[in-house]
């Protein structure tokens, strides 16, 4: 099945950036929809941002809007998480998934996708 692999994580302070990128096997990465969730200890999972196809269309958390930009490469079966503006209450692990099934309705919901990375741990600083 499908493998992802996040990368790009680490420590910053408040207000800096980095770039998390989602790395897929396989030949079909151009027909899922992806999106990336973040975890924090203690809390459940949630929704930051997701992705079409193609790419033509983006959904944000209103946490995340404004600050945080989703992106894919199909050619290079990469996805992209470029986080600017950081604030300490994003520190969490960031999880990429995929969905491979032809239909999704909710891409805010965890239950929607089929295949997850193991994460990668993102810590902002005060």
């Known amino acids: 099945q499908v493998q992802l692999v996040e990368s790009g994580g680490g420590l910053v302070q408040a207000g800096g950036s980095l770039r998390l990128s989602c790395a897929a096997s396989?030949?079909?990465?151009?027909?899922?929809?992806m999106g990336w969730f973040r975890q924090a200890p203690g809390k459940e999972r949630e929704f930051v941002a997701a992705i079409t196809r193609s790419g033509g269309n983006t959904y944000y958390a209103d946490s995340v809007k404004g600050r945080f930009t989703i992106s894919r490469d199909n050619a290079k079966n990469t996805l992209y998480l470029q986080m600017n503006s950081l604030k300490p209450e994003d520190t969490a692990v960031y999880y990429c998934a995929a969905r491979t099934s032809a239909f999704i309705s909710n891409y805010d919901s965890r239950y929607e996708y089929n295949h997850w990375g193991q994460g990668t741990q993102v810590t902002v600083s005060i």
């Open positions: 396989g030949r079909t990465f151009s027909n899922y929809v």
